[in-house]
């Protein structure tokens, strides 16, 4: 089956009608390595009690096109699931959950759920180091609350990010791709993390004046600039502004609490950007890829 690279709604809903369309693709990117049970790894399997199902020709076990995927147990249908993949992979600010409850006509809860494992196959693999000009500050966000959009909340969340500094096609410096993670405190071990997971050695890499970086000179190539309230480090704030007012904008009225996988949400269509043809089979591809979450382990991933 051919790569789906529609990006309007009318292209989408030309291509999947039926569950057996998203079954029919899901099935497509399991197999697209080669078959393994998840019993016992054999490669060789043959027709199933339906025919979205595949039996291990050795253990004899069935499984349906979804086991195994984050669609297991999907609830929606897989129809509204896709469709609902499809709007937030192509839209440029995505659609919170209070926005896709009222037009898909689904319980919010519902809707949570199934953006909570939208957004668990959005975390970046680390596979991609950035490696040119890298730039790295802190920020804090936090204080978004229901009916006071941006008000001070008291607690406020630590963020990291690092973006990486590319010429476009009329040599113009502007941002390549870029990274975020949530950290307890500002010290060399908790920025660490971000260095560890998204910045290559040979990177050249520049920060403020904080002192939490110096450790980090032993591993990567760090130089210091005055931040200047910014000033010193302008496309990297007008990134933070982004970041900042989308979470403000889409997400006030709903839960913030879960900030890392919204920042990797907006950084999977970030980094994406693009490549609009191909962010929603991507994102397919990585849902089919990722292992199944219930309701309770995004729950317990909240207390934690
Ligand atoms: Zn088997």
């Not at 993390?193 to 050249?204: R, T, V, Y």
């Not at 004046?209 to 496309?235: C, H, Q, V």
């Amino acid at each position: 089956m051919h790569m789906f690279s529609g990006i309007s709604i009318n292209e989408f809903r030309g291509k999947f009608t039926t569950e057996d369309d998203c079954l029919r693709y899901i099935l497509d990117k399991k197999l697209a390595d080669g078959y393994s049970c998840s019993k016992c790894q054999h490669g060789q399997y043959g027709k199933g009690r339906k025919w979205h199902y595949l039996r291990c020709k050795k253990c004899g076990y069935d499984a349906s096109a979804t086991a195994g995927t984050l669609f297991h147990k999907c609830k929606l249908g897989l129809l509204k699931a896709f469709e609902i993949a499809f709007r937030i992979s192509v839209r440029k600010k995505g659609m919170s959950s209070c926005e896709l409850a009222k037009e898909f006509g689904c319980q919010q809860r519902s809707a949570w759920l199934w953006k909570a494992k939208i957004q668990e196959a959005m975390k970046s693999s680390g596979k991609h180091a950035l490696s040119g000009d890298v730039e790295v500050d802190e920020f804090l966000v936090g204080g978004f609350s229901a009916g006071q959009p941006g008000r001070s909340h008291g607690s406020k969340d630590l963020v990291v990010l690092a973006i990486e500094k590319v010429k476009d096609k009329n040599d113009k410096i502007t941002i390549g791709r870029a990274y975020c993670r949530v950290i307890d405190d500002a010290s060399a071990d908790s920025l660490k993390k971000i260095f560890d997971e998204h910045i290559a050695p040979q990177a050249s890499v520049k920060t403020d004046g904080w002192r939490g970086y110096w450790p980090l000179g032993k591993d990567w190539n760090i130089t210091k600039e005055k931040s200047d309230k910014g000033a010193g480090f302008p496309m990297l704030h007008i990134h933070i502004m982004n970041i900042k007012g989308w979470l403000r904008g889409v997400h006030h009225q709903c839960e913030t609490h879960r900030l890392q996988q919204y920042l990797d949400e907006y950084h999977f269509r970030f980094n994406r950007r693009g490549f609009l043809s191909s962010i929603f089979d991507k994102l397919i591809t990585k849902m089919t890829l990722a292992k199944p979450i219930s309701y309770k382990m995004i729950k317990c991933e909240l207390n934690t």
